[in-house]
């Protein structure tokens, strides 16, 4: 099975910095794409950002300027670089998988990011 790993969540003051990195395992063919989704309390996941494997991104417009998809590491692995964070970036962040060989995406336990003013 797929394994997918979240780490870099955290607490943090407006105006801050955090990393989000993703590792997957498992067996994963060449046409997917990774990306981060969030959720806050009593409101649906949501799109944050998405990085396919031919290089593409996609960005939520309430990110864009401020957040950055990337491979770091392992071909299986992104981050999500978060700049100047606000209040309003509280969720909980999950990874995903989008395999085009699997028969529904992949997603992770999710990791908790506080933005505090």
């Known amino acids: 099975q797929v394994q997918l790993v979240e780490s870099g969540g955290g607490l943090v003051q407006a105006g801050g910095s955090l990393r989000l990195s993703c590792a997957a395992s498992?067996?994963?063919?060449?046409?997917?794409?990774m990306g981060w989704y969030r959720q806050a309390p009593v409101k649906q996941r949501e799109l944050v950002a998405v990085?396919?494997?031919?290089?593409?991104?996609t960005y939520a417009d309430s990110v864009k300027g401020r957040f950055t998809i990337s491979r770091d590491g392992a071909k299986n692995t992104v981050s999500l670089e978060m700049n100047s964070l606000k209040p309003e970036d509280t969720a909980v962040y999950y990874c995903?998988?989008?395999?085009?060989?699997?028969?529904?995406?992949?997603w992770g336990q999710g990791t908790q990011v506080t933005v505090s003013s």
């Open positions: 990085l396919t494997s031919g290089g593409r991104t």
């Open positions: 498992g067996t994963i063919y060449g046409d997917n794409a």
């Open positions: 995903n998988l989008d395999d085009a060989w699997a028969a529904a995406p992949y």
